[in-house]
């Protein structure tokens, strides 16, 4: 059984470097386009990029508007548990992992709106931009997840085998 955690503990720390080298790959890359190539786009292709427009304007709002709400939910509850009780530090930590949760949700929020804007008629650069930023927002993602999981994993009250000696 001493085998298995060494497993998990080398994906844990092969995925994220993978991660990181592909990003860095992709950021390094440079395909030697001019950044307005003037080619004719058919009137579909125009109102196509107007409302795609407008649709990862609205993913991008959504987000903002998801991770205030989470700032202004978690701040008010801080400041709560700060006068009303006499461990701030577990609340602190209940606080942190709800907040992550909704970061997470709102990175979803943000890719959803780049994969929207690259989606109508992109160049190969437009495509290693998209590929770069996903790959960037998916390690921050991959991150806060871990340290939510593992925040729950501390604080969960219905896991005997962490307690037992």
């Known amino acids: 059984m001493k085998h298995e955690p060494s497993r998990d503990s080398l994906a844990n720390l092969l995925l994220p470097l993978a991660l990181i080298l ?3 790959l992709l950021l390094s890359l440079n395909t030697g386009q001019a950044g307005g190539v003037s080619e004719t786009a058919s ?3 125009a109102w196509l990029k107007i409302i795609v427009g407008y649709l990862a304007a609205g993913a991008e709002i959504a987000a903002a508007v998801v991770i205030g709400g989470a700032i202004v939910r ?3 509850s801080y ?10 530090l577990d609340a602190t930590e209940v606080i942190r992992l709800q907040l992550g949760r909704v970061l997470a949700l709102g990175l979803e929020f943000t890719v959803a709106s780049d994969i929207l804007r690259t989606a109508v008629a992109p160049t190969r650069q ?8 996903v790959l960037l927002r998916t390690l ?3 991150f806060l997840e871990r340290e939510i999981q593992q925040g729950e994993q501390r604080h969960s009250p219905e896991q005997p085998v962490m307690r037992e000696r």
Do not use: C, T
């Not at 006068?83 to 701030?88: A, G, I, N, T």
């Not at 437009?126 to 930023?133: E, K, R």
């Open 22 to 24: 592909g990003l860095v």
């Open 43 to 45: 009137p579909l292709e």
């Open 74 to 76: 978690g701040s008010i």
């Open 79 to 88: 400041v709560r548990q700060l006068f009303l009780r006499k461990q701030p």
């Open 126 to 133: 437009d495509i290693l931009n998209l590929g770069a930023i």
């Open 140 to 142: 921050l993602n991959y």
